[in-house]
C-alpha cells in the first residue's frame, strides 16, 4: 500500500505546490527521452567504436580532443544564457524546443558512419558528429534542469520532482539498454544506425511536450550579466559547487564500466543479452529506491545518505571484482544488493546542484544559474567522454591484447569465431568493476568535504526569494557558512 501511494502522488495535486501534475509529468516525460538517447552514447558508443574496426586507442584520442571544444562551448553557453533576454520573456524554454529538434539529429548522425571507408573518414566523420552533439546537448541541459528553479521556490518540492524524474531516467535508459542489446545482439544482428533511428523518433516524441507544458513562474529581479573572467571568479567563490563537481569528477571519470556492459556480458557471461537479465533484476530495488527517496531525505540530509550509499557501493564493488565472474549466481546475487546503493547515489547526482546555484546567490547576491548548470552538463559530457576514452585506452594497450574485428552487430562478432585471451578478458573485468570502485572511493573523501545542509538551503531560498530578510535567514542557519551579513 505504501508503494501504491507513492505512485499515485506522482500525478496528485498538491496544493503547497507551484507545479500541476501535467506539468511534472512532461517534465519526467523529457527526461525519458533525453536520457534514451544518453543512454545510446554512455552504453552504446564504445561498443560501436569497436565494431567500426578503429584502433581503441585512436577513437580514445578524438573522444579527448573533442573535450577541448566542449570546455570551449559549455563555458560560452554559460555565458550565452545568462545574457541573453528573449522577447517572450522566458529563459528556459526556448533552449529547450531548440535542443528538442538538434539532438535526436545530431545523434543519427553519430551512428551513421559509413562502415566501408578508412579509418581517417571514420575518425573525422565521429569527431564532427560528436562536435555537433555535444553542442546540441549543451543547449537542453542546462535549461531543463535549470528551469525547475523557475518553476518552484519549494526545496521539498524540488527534490521530490527530481527523485520521481529519476524514475523517468530509468525507464528512459531501460528502453534504450533493452531494445539496442536485443537488436544488435547476436540473435537478431541489427545495425546501430536503424537502431538509431529508432531510439531518436521516440526519444523525440517524449520530450516534444515539455516544450509546451512547462511553466517558468520564478525569475531573478536582476540578473547580472557574465564574461568569462567574472565566470571563474564565480565559480572559485561557490565553495560547494567546486567541492561538489570535483567528486562527480572522479566518480564519473573513473565510471567507465558502464561503456563495456555488452561487451562483458558477450564475452564473461557468454550472450549479449545476459546484461537485460541482470539489468532488469537490479531495476526493481532501483524503482523502489526512486519512490522512497523523498521520504528518506527528507528525515535525513542528502548528503549524508549519499555518503552512507556510495561507501556501501564502494565496499560491494570491490568484493564483487575479488569474488571474479565464474559463478553467475553468485555474480547476480551481489549485483541486485549492489544496485541499492548505487540507485541511491545515481537518484542524488543533480539534487545538488539547484542547492549550490541558491548558496551562490544568497552568498554574492548574483543570479548565475547558467553558469552553475552550465557546470554541471560540461562535467556530466566531460566525465563521460573520459570513462569512455579511458577504457579504450587500458583496452587497446599492447599488453592488454585485445583483439579488434570489424563488425556490424553481435552476430556478425559470433560468426567471426574471434576469441580473447584470459589475460584480455580478466583484463575487461577489473576495467568493469574495480576501477569504478576506486572513483566512488576518491569521490567519498572529497565529499566528506560538503557540509551544505538542505534546512539552510531552504532558508537561503526564502531570502533570494523575498519571503524574509538576509539577517534573519543568517540568524536561523545551523551555521555562518562564512557568509558576511
Given at each position: 500500500m505504501e508503494i501504491v501511494s507513492k505512485v499515485k502522488s506522482i500525478f496528485a495535486n498538491r496544493e503547497d505546490w507551484s507545479t500541476e501534475p501535467v506539468e511534472r509529468l512532461s517534465y519526467y516525460s523529457y527526461f525519458a527521452g533525453q536520457n534514451m538517447i544518453y543512454t545510446l552514447f554512455n552504453v552504446c558508443l564504445t561498443t560501436y567504436l569497436l565494431f567500426l574496426g578503429i584502433n581503441p586507442i585512436h577513437s580514445a584520442a578524438v573522444m579527448l580532443i573533442v573535450k577541448i571544444w566542449d570546455a570551449v562551448n559549455d563555458t560560452l553557453f554559460g555565458v550565452i544564457f545568462d545574457s541573453i533576454k528573449f522577447k517572450s520573456g522566458k529563459k528556459y524554454l526556448p533552449w529547450i524546443r531548440v535542443s528538442t529538434i538538434l539532438i535526436p539529429l545530431a545523434t543519427i548522425l553519430t551512428f551513421v558512419i559509413p562502415s566501408d571507408s578508412q579509418e581517417i573518414v571514420k575518425l573525422v566523420w565521429f569527431a564532427i558528429a560528436y562536435i555537433l552533439w555535444d553542442t546540441a546537448y549543451t543547449l537542453c541541459d542546462v535549461p531543463i534542469f535549470g528551469i525547475l528553479t523557475s518553476m518552484s521556490q519549494s526545496i521539498d518540492e524540488r527534490n521530490t520532482i527530481q527523485s520521481y524524474k529519476s524514475i523517468a531516467t530509468y525507464a528512459g535508459v531501460g528502453i534504450t539498454s533493452t531494445l539496442s542489446t536485443v537488436l544488435i545482439s547476436e540473435k537478431v544482428g541489427m545495425n546501430y544506425g536503424m537502431i538509431t533511428l529508432i531510439i531518436c523518433v521516440m526519444a523525440f516524441a517524449l520530450m516534444l511536450p515539455a516544450s509546451f507544458k512547462l511553466k517558468e513562474r520564478y525569475h531573478a529581479e536582476s540578473e547580472e550579466t557574465f564574461t568569462i573572467r567574472r565566470m571563474f571568479s564565480y565559480l572559485f567563490k561557490n565553495k560547494y559547487l567546486l567541492i561538489y563537481y570535483v567528486g562527480i569528477f572522479f566518480y564519473s571519470s573513473l565510471n567507465i564500466?558502464?561503456?563495456?556492459?555488452?561487451?562483458?556480458?558477450?564475452?564473461?557471461?557468454?550472450?549479449?543479452?545476459?546484461s537485460l537479465v541482470v539489468g532488469a533484476i537490479g531495476t526493481v530495488p532501483q524503482l523502489l529506491i526512486a519512490l522512497l527517496l523523498p521520504k528518506l531525505i527528507r528525515r535525513f540530509d542528502k548528503m549524508k545518505v549519499n555518503q552512507v550509499c556510495?561507501?556501501?557501493?564502494?565496499?560491494?564493488?570491490?568484493?564483487?571484482?575479488?569474488?571474479?565472474?565464474?559463478?553467475?549466481?553468485?555474480?547476480?546475487?551481489?549485483?541486485?544488493?549492489?544496485?541499492?546503493?548505487?540507485?541511491?547515489?545515481?537518484?542524488?547526482?543533480?539534487?545538488?546542484?539547484?542547492?549550490?546555484?541558491?548558496?551562490?546567490?544568497?552568498k554574492s547576491g548574483t543570479e548565475a544559474k547558467g553558469i552553475t548548470f552550465a557546470v554541471q552538463t560540461f562535467m556530466a559530457k566531460l566525465t563521460?567522454?573520459?570513462?569512455?576514452?579511458?577504457?579504450?585506452?587500458?583496452?587497446?594497450?599492447?599488453?592488454?591484447?585485445?583483439?579488434?574485428?570489424?563488425?556490424?552487430?553481435?552476430?556478425?562478432?559470433?560468426?567471426?569465431?574471434?576469441?580473447?585471451?584470459?589475460?584480455?578478458?580478466?583484463?575487461?573485468?577489473?576495467?568493469?568493476?574495480?576501477?569504478?570502485?576506486?572513483?566512488?572511493?576518491?569521490?567519498y573523501i572529497v565529499w566528506s568535504f560538503y557540509d551544505l545542509k538542505d534546512k539552510d538551503v531552504q532558508i537561503m531560498i526564502d531570502c533570494n526569494t523575498g519571503k524574509i530578510s538576509r539577517e534573519q535567514a543568517l540568524s536561523m542557519m545551523s551555521k555562518t557558512y562564512d557568509i558576511k551579513k
Amino acid at each position: 500500500m505504501e508503494i501504491v501511494s507513492k505512485v499515485k502522488s506522482i500525478f496528485a495535486n498538491r496544493e503547497d505546490w507551484s507545479t500541476e501534475p501535467v506539468e511534472r509529468l512532461s517534465y519526467y516525460s523529457y527526461f525519458a527521452g533525453q536520457n534514451m538517447i544518453y543512454t545510446l552514447f554512455n552504453v552504446c558508443l564504445t561498443t560501436y567504436l569497436l565494431f567500426l574496426g578503429i584502433n581503441p586507442i585512436h577513437s580514445a584520442a578524438v573522444m579527448l580532443i573533442v573535450k577541448i571544444w566542449d570546455a570551449v562551448n559549455d563555458t560560452l553557453f554559460g555565458v550565452i544564457f545568462d545574457s541573453i533576454k528573449f522577447k517572450s520573456g522566458k529563459k528556459y524554454l526556448p533552449w529547450i524546443r531548440v535542443s528538442t529538434i538538434l539532438i535526436p539529429l545530431a545523434t543519427i548522425l553519430t551512428f551513421v558512419i559509413p562502415s566501408d571507408s578508412q579509418e581517417i573518414v571514420k575518425l573525422v566523420w565521429f569527431a564532427i558528429a560528436y562536435i555537433l552533439w555535444d553542442t546540441a546537448y549543451t543547449l537542453c541541459d542546462v535549461p531543463i534542469f535549470g528551469i525547475l528553479t523557475s518553476m518552484s521556490q519549494s526545496i521539498d518540492e524540488r527534490n521530490t520532482i527530481q527523485s520521481y524524474k529519476s524514475i523517468a531516467t530509468y525507464a528512459g535508459v531501460g528502453i534504450t539498454s533493452t531494445l539496442s542489446t536485443v537488436l544488435i545482439s547476436e540473435k537478431v544482428g541489427m545495425n546501430y544506425g536503424m537502431i538509431t533511428l529508432i531510439i531518436c523518433v521516440m526519444a523525440f516524441a517524449l520530450m516534444l511536450p515539455a516544450s509546451f507544458k512547462l511553466k517558468e513562474r520564478y525569475h531573478a529581479e536582476s540578473e547580472e550579466t557574465f564574461t568569462i573572467r567574472r565566470m571563474f571568479s564565480y565559480l572559485f567563490k561557490n565553495k560547494y559547487l567546486l567541492i561538489y563537481y570535483v567528486g562527480i569528477f572522479f566518480y564519473s571519470s573513473l565510471n567507465i564500466g558502464n561503456a563495456f556492459t555488452l561487451y562483458v556480458s558477450y564475452y564473461l557471461f557468454h550472450s549479449a543479452l545476459f546484461s537485460l537479465v541482470v539489468g532488469a533484476i537490479g531495476t526493481v530495488p532501483q524503482l523502489l529506491i526512486a519512490l522512497l527517496l523523498p521520504k528518506l531525505i527528507r528525515r535525513f540530509d542528502k548528503m549524508k545518505v549519499n555518503q552512507v550509499c556510495l561507501l556501501l557501493y564502494v565496499i560491494l564493488s570491490v568484493i564483487t571484482w575479488a569474488v571474479g565472474y565464474g559463478n553467475v549466481v553468485v555474480y547476480i546475487i551481489l549485483f541486485t544488493v549492489r544496485s541499492v546503493p548505487l540507485a541511491v547515489v545515481a537518484l542524488e547526482m543533480f539534487m545538488f546542484t539547484p542547492d549550490c546555484a541558491e548558496y551562490g546567490r544568497f552568498k554574492s547576491g548574483t543570479e548565475a544559474k547558467g553558469i552553475t548548470f552550465a557546470v554541471q552538463t560540461f562535467m556530466a559530457k566531460l566525465t563521460g567522454s573520459i570513462s569512455g576514452a579511458l577504457g579504450l585506452f587500458v583496452l587497446g594497450l599492447d599488453s592488454v591484447g585485445w583483439q579488434v574485428v570489424e563488425v556490424s552487430s553481435f552476430q556478425e562478432l559470433e560468426q567471426s569465431g574471434i576469441t580473447q585471451t584470459p589475460h584480455a578478458l580478466n583484463m575487461l573485468w577489473l576495467i568493469f568493476m574495480l576501477i569504478p570502485a576506486i572513483g566512488g572511493l576518491l569521490a567519498y573523501i572529497v565529499w566528506s568535504f560538503y557540509d551544505l545542509k538542505d534546512k539552510d538551503v531552504q532558508i537561503m531560498i526564502d531570502c533570494n526569494t523575498g519571503k524574509i530578510s538576509r539577517e534573519q535567514a543568517l540568524s536561523m542557519m545551523s551555521k555562518t557558512y562564512d557568509i558576511k551579513k
